[in-house]
């Protein structure tokens, strides 16, 4: 499996399932978010202007997908917002089609176009390496079926501020379902402080938040 390959059997609406572990505090937080997540092929005008973006011959891609996102936490103030969406484009090393850059028209920790490192290993799970200008992360998903996939992260903030994350993911419906039945639902609300110290440092997966 190739990375678009992987992009593809993830083409549709998701449910995760997320618990972040704030090291520096020796706490866990809950969260959910909704998902949805498309494929777009090597034509597509996005995928080319991505591209374009980061000044990247078009030629080069294989592919992309459209990312939209909807989600909360369990220590998210009223005013808080977990919602956004972003494109990325692939572009394959030329000797090596299992690996190579991912251009994004956005980070999910700095709003700026990013190039990140994607890999497929031994297992057929996709590794993400992103380093920004103010902390790094190493993501790696796979499937565990078609419909169940697992992600987990861990963001390095220079400073020494680091949280690790897994999530389970449920297959919920295809990209034209709409339903509006997939609120989060989230409680348990955390101390303040360690919000506050969190909220500097939020992070955005590869696949949505």
Known sequence: MDAMEFF????GKWRSQRTTHHL????SEAGESNILVEALGADHPKVIEICELHQVDPKLAIGGAFVSWH?????????????GSTV???IPDADNPRQGSLLRERGYAEIVPIAGRYEMDDEDALVLITEYETMSSIERFWFVSPSIRMRTSTVKRFG????????????????SDTSNSDEA??????????SNATESTEYFSLFGW
């Open 8 to 11: 593809q059997l993830s083409t």
């Open 24 to 27: 520096a505090f020796k706490r």
């Open 71 to 83: 989600g909360a936490m369990g220590w998210d103030r009223e005013d808080e917002n977990h919602e």
């Open 88 to 90: 990325f484009s692939l």
């Open 160 to 175: 020494g501020f680091s949280t690790a994350t897994f999530c389970t993911e449920f297959r919920v419906g295809d990209v």
């Open 185 to 194: 639902d989230l409680s348990n609300q955390n101390p303040e402080q360690i």
